[in-house]
């Protein structure tokens, strides 16, 4: 049985970071495509970073350059940096697998959410 525990999140004032950490059970092989995905209250799941087995990348424009997503295919885990956050970054962040790439309708695995809050 597939499952995603995230791990990580928490609360931080605007400006800075945290981590947050998704490990996948019950997978044969690594999936290609892990990513992380967030909802903030009255409005839809959006994209945040997604990344494939071989190590391509990809963000939503609200966050390039702020935070990096990173994988260990051996451990099936997938990781969020977060730097330099932002009140708007506020929300509950999702792991999910086997989807594509930052469209949350593709992907059917899905962890149970971490929340992550950002204060002035």
């Known amino acids: 049985q597939v499952q995603l525990v995230e791990s990580g999140g928490g609360s931080v004032q605007s400006g800075g970071s945290l981590r947050l950490s998704c490990v996948a059970s019950?997978?044969?092989?690594?999936?290609?495509?892990m990513g992380w995905f967030r909802q903030a209250p009255g409005k839809e799941r959006e994209g945040v970073a997604a990344?494939?087995?071989?190590?391509?990348?990809k963000y939503a424009e609200s966050v390039e350059g702020r935070f990096s997503i990173s994988r260990d295919n051996a451990k099936n885990t997938v990781y969020l940096q977060m730097n330099s956050l932002k009140l708007e970054d506020t929300a509950m962040y999702y792991c999910?697998?086997?989807?594509?790439?930052?469209?949350?309708?593709?992907?059917?695995?899905w962890g149970q959410g971490t929340q992550v809050t950002v204060s002035s």
């Open positions: 999910a697998a086997g989807g594509w790439w930052l469209t949350p309708r593709t992907y059917n695995s």
């Open positions: 019950g997978y044969s092989s690594s999936p290609y495509l």
């Open positions: 990344m494939s087995t071989g190590g391509i990348t």
